[in-house]
Nanobody, 117 residues
Framework: QVQLVESGGGLVQAGGSLRLSCAASGSITAFSPMGWYRQAPGNEREVVATITSGGSTYYADSVRGRFAVSRDSAKNTVSLQMNSLRPEDTAVYFC???????????WGQGTQVTVSS
């Protein structure tokens, strides 16, 4: 079992930046991909960005070019740098980790990101 703890959310004006971090309780080398999802009120949870153990990345069309996902195996963290934020980016952001060896998937508790216009 692994615990994922997100941090870095908050309130920012449109055009601003935030950096989210996800700290894992164990080694992240057992997980691929890892990434970020978000859920706005009344909406389904959607993928934002993912990164494999080999460094391959995926971005949702809505964030490509503005967000950047990274992982640090030495620190057991996954981060999401969010630039040029828009009000429509407002949501609870969740860290996700999928086991490389079985079907287990883990989620963090979520961190709120609010972008004001």
């Amino acid at each position: 079992q692994v615990q994922l703890v997100e941090s870095g959310g908050g309130l920012v004006q449109a055009g601003g930046s935030l950096r989210l971090s996800c700290a894992a309780s164990g080694s992240i080398t057992a997980f691929s991909p890892m990434g970020w999802y978000r859920q706005a009120p009344g909406n389904e949870r959607e993928v934002v960005a993912t990164i494999t153990s080999g460094g391959s990345t995926y971005y949702a069309d809505s964030v490509r070019g503005r967000f950047a996902v990274s992982r640090d195996s030495a620190k057991n963290t996954v981060s999401l740098q969010m630039n040029s934020l828009r009000p429509e980016d407002t949501a609870v952001y969740f860290c996700n980790a999928r086991s490389r060896y079985n079907s287990n998937t883990f989620w963090g508790q979520g961190t709120q990101v609010t972008v004001s216009s």
